[in-house]
T-cell receptor, first 113, second 112 residues
Framework: KQEVTQIPAALSVPEGENLVLNCSFT??????LQWFRQDPGKGLTSLLL?????REQTSGRLNASLDKSSGRSTLYIAASQPGDSATYLC????????????FGTGTRLQVTL | DGGITQSPKYLFRKEGQNVTLSCEQN?????MYWYRQDPGQGLRLIYY???????QKGDIAEGYSVSREKKESFPLTVTSAQKNPTAFYLC???????????FGQGTRLTVV
């Protein structure tokens, strides 16, 4: 059974810092991996989708990498801003019949002034 | 604007009642999903549908039911058989089952 772990569970950094959020998964047979952002009491916003054949994806100040063989993905946020404060979730989709996203429990990020 | 609309935002249910959560999308996506989110836990899949008139149970389908009569709509009914229904419910859709998933803003259900 696929398990997804995100460490740390919470992180506080001063504005302007570059930071890395980690996601690990137990079954490397994935089809793709998706990073989301969730603000308190809100739905999920898709940030980046990485296919299993890709090593990384970039969108603005965000860069996500994928090392499928070691079961790890990282989300790099450059020059963090207070508006980046949110919970970040990663989710993996299996190979084969796909369909089901398995989620980690998230990293709660606070960027302070 | 294209997107996924969930309603209502907040819902209160008495013990023993069935309630239905609405999810509508205008993205022309084939696949739709319902997830449940509880504090300190990851999102868990309740039901998903790959195409109209077809749906599959997820990991925690007991006490829930769905229908998919139209491509744009995937309502979730929380029945009285669901032992612990208080949670945040999220609906999602994707073009197909292996493409990028998009989420609605969620419905918070509370049993009173």
């Amino acid at each position: 059974k696929q398990e997804v772990t995100q460490i740390p569970a919470a992180l506080s950094v001063p504005e302007g810092e570059n930071l890395v959020l980690n996601c690990s998964f137990t079954d490397s047979a994935i089809y793709n991996l998706q990073w989301f952002r969730q603000d308190p009491g809100k739905g999920l916003t898709s940030l980046l989708l990485i296919q299993s054949s890709q090593r990384e994806q970039t969108s603005g100040r965000l860069n996500a990498s994928l090392d499928k063989s070691s079961g790890r993905s990282t989300l790099y946020i450059a020059a963090s801003q207070p508006g980046d404060s949110a919970t970040y979730l990663c989710a993996v989709r299996p190979g084969g019949t796909a369909s089901k996203l398995t989620f980690g429990t998230g990293t709660r990020l606070q960027v302070t002034l | 604007d294209g997107g996924i609309t969930q309603s209502p935002k907040y819902l209160f249910r008495k013990e023993g009642q069935n309630v239905t959560l609405s999810c509508e999308q205008n993205l022309n996506h084939d696949a739709m999903y319902w997830y449940r989110q509880d504090p300190g836990q990851g999102l868990r899949l309740i039901y998903y549908s790959q195409i109209v008139n077809d749906f599959q149970k997820g990991d925690i389908a007991e006490g829930y039911s769905v229908s998919r009569e139209k491509k744009e709509s995937f309502p979730l009914t929380v029945t009285s058989a669901q032992k612990n229904p208080t949670a945040f419910y999220l609906c999602a859709s994707s073009l197909w089952t292996d493409t990028e998933a998009f989420f609605g803003q969620g419905t918070r259900l509370t049993v009173v």
